[in-house]
């Protein structure tokens, strides 16, 4: 263990950080090196207290010796000989280094499942140093899955407390810092040949259909400065996470109503939503043929170009999109004499036919009554702001100021509210404009839809809307669960990769949750993931009256209600790994 010190030059200033770096013997022979802490910017005399500390640690640390092990195939050559004896100092037992093993398992396994082990042991082969870089990019997924953070926090930290060395049979090499980056450059070519291999897998495992694709964006912002190369996809644009003042990327989305991801694509932090549609249908046609697909989409996503476009196609692209509720005042007299119809309880619906297409108003009654409440509450929030700035002595400007921040507050109850303000004084008045109040009342819990499938139920219609909310809970888990953000990476290629392992790892998320719909119903991945972190690996050193040691890397027996787990989803813990014997460690004490 030995100190490192980096140097940089800012304004003008050298600056010296320090950080505490551990080597470590590797398979092969060769030396990595962990960087064990950080200590930042430190003076030569706390550099010199830690030179002085690392050497006392150092000079009374245990140095064990290797030894060669024997195998069972030499004790059965031996049939005849005499068995030695080994007696244990079962006082003398010790527990050493517990480490997360019930979770790696487990995501090891859904690797597996879906194939991607030899998937990307076919395009990702070893180097000619023999880094496997398909057990890197494993390690990763599985990182981003469990504990998601930084490569610095899974180099530093993560990768010792998790059983991942041991499942793969594997050294620490797997976690070395630059091997971890590096990974990212090499991930991005196999993308398309990514998502051929999971739409296969998931038709295998769980006889998906693909024949209904969900689309829809969402936004990452990035705590960096601008500006960026010309070509990086960092732009300040409409911001989802209401973070307008970061520069951010935009990521489009396809999924089937059961949450498996067609495909995705990272665009510029400035796209705007109707220009993303029209390259998607080239894409997916190109790479998975023509077929009869219905597109569901949010309103603001297709234009009217796109949805001619689409009606146009031979054969026709079909497709159920959201529609801005302006759109249903210049539908009213048309909508007013049709007769409502039963799509499922406490849904009725009235259709539309108009130029080839079905328009189709739905409402909800839980819908209504949620949206009700709202505008009540808003409103009278509002209307009691009102009457407190009315009582209050302001100046002109201040007034106009608690005005504004009023209306940001409650814009939609706003716009139910006439205020009308003095020219030459800080008076107001307000009132209720009732036509805009009795226009918002018929709007409430209504959906106006619009689609080309004019043949189709319309109860069919609206549970394919409602299906947008897959989508939306792919985004929640990448942006929650799986800590999309913050994105430490700065290059635009590595950017992209980040979030192509995020995506690794929700495909490993949506896999468990499917198998957990057939198998274990109300429970989450999430859940299910914290049960099986329960099960810990620890070393068991067990010194015999010989001098030798006998170690034994048990993992912990799970509790009952994990077993019944196991059982629910049919899945068997590998046997316990076998024991060593090592020769005793020599200790020697320190010398001060």
């Known amino acids: 263990m030995f100190l490192r010190c980096t140097t940089r030059k800012k304004n003008g200033k050298t600056h010296r950080y320090w950080s505490l770096v551990e080597n470590r013997r590797l398979a092969d022979g060769r030396v990595a090196q962990r960087h064990v802490l950080y200590l930042g910017e430190i003076n030569d005399a706390q550099a010199e207290t830690w030179r002085t500390s690392i050497e006392i640690f150092q000079d009374g640390s245990p140095r064990p010796q290797t030894v060669a092990l024997f195998p069972d195939e030499r004790v059965a050559a031996q049939a005849g000989a005499e068995v030695a004896i080994v007696r244990l100092r079962l006082s003398a037992l010790s527990l050493h280094r517990p480490r997360q093993w019930g979770g790696c398992w487990l995501a090891l396994q859904l690797w597996q499942d879906l194939g991607l082990d030899r998937f990307w042991a076919e395009r990702l082969p070893p180097s000619r140093k023999g880094t496997r870089w398909d057990w890197v990019l494993t390690v990763l997924t599985c990182y981003r899955l469990l504990a998601p953070g930084s490569e610095w926090q899974l180099h530093r930290e993560w990768f010792d407390r998790s059983a991942l060395p041991d499942l793969l049979q594997a050294d620490f090499s797997l976690a070395e810092s630059h091997r971890l980056y590096d990974c990212h450059d090499l991930v991005l070519p196999h993308k398309a040949a990514l998502f051929q291999h999971l739409t296969a897998r998931w038709r295998d495992l769980f006889n998906a259909t693909f024949d209904v694709l969900l ?20 732009r300040h644009g409409y911001s989802r996470d209401h973070r307008p003042d970061c520069v951010q990327v935009v990521i489009a989305l396809i999924v089937t109503p059961e949450g498996f991801p067609l495909a995705y694509e990272v665009l510029a932090g400035n796209t705007a939503d109707q220009t993303t549609l029209r390259a998607f249908l080239q894409a997916i046609e190109t790479q998975y043929g023509q077929a009869r697909r219905i597109w569901v989409m949010d309103r603001g996503i297709p234009t009217e170009a796109v949805l001619e476009l689409m009606r146009q196609h031979e054969p026709p692209v079909q497709y159920l999109v959201g529609t801005p509720k302006g759109r249903l005042s210049a539908l009213e007299k048309a909508l007013v004499d049709q007769p409502w119809q039963s799509a499922r309880p406490g849904v009725q619906v009235k259709l539309v036919p108009q130029d080839g297409e079905l328009y189709v108003l739905a409402e909800s009654a839980d819908r209504v009554a949620k949206e009700r409440a709202m505008r009540r509450r808003q409103l009278k929030a509002l209307w009691k702001r009102l009457r407190e700035l009315q009582g209050m002595r302001l100046t002109r400007e201040a007034l106009l100021m608690k005005l504004g921040a009023a209306r940001a507050h409650a814009p939609a109850a706003w716009r139910l509210v006439e205020v009308v303000v003095a020219d030459d004084s800080a008076a107001f008045t307000y009132q209720l404009r009732a036509d805009k109040l009795r226009q918002a009342r018929r709007h409430e819990g209504r959906y106006l839809l619009r689609t080309n499938l004019t043949e ?20 929640r888990t990448l942006k929650g669960e799986l800590a999309l953000r913050p994105i430490y990476h700065q290059t635009p290629d590595r950017i992209e990769a980040h979030i192509f392992v995020s995506f690794l790892a929700y495909c490993l998320h949506v896999t468990l949750g499917r198998r957990l719909r057939d198998l274990a119903p109300g429970l989450t991945p999430r859940s299910v993931l914290e049960k099986f972190a329960a099960i810990q690996m620890i070393d068991v050193h067990v010194p015999t009256t010989d001098g030798r040691e006998l170690r034994l890397r048990r993992y912990t027996n799970p509790e009952p209600d994990l077993r019944v787990l196991l059982r629910q989803l049919k899945l068997t813990l590998p046997v316990q790994p076998p024991p060593e014997i090592t020769t005793a460690v020599v200790h020697r004490t320190a010398s001060v």
């Open 215 to 234: 689309y829809d964006l969402t936004s990452t912002y990035f705590e960096s400065d601008p500006p960026f190369p010309e070509a990086d996809k960092r």
């Open 456 to 475: 189709t139920d319309p109860a069919t219609l609206w549970a394919f809307y409602l299906q947008l909310v897959a989508v939306e809970q792919a985004f």
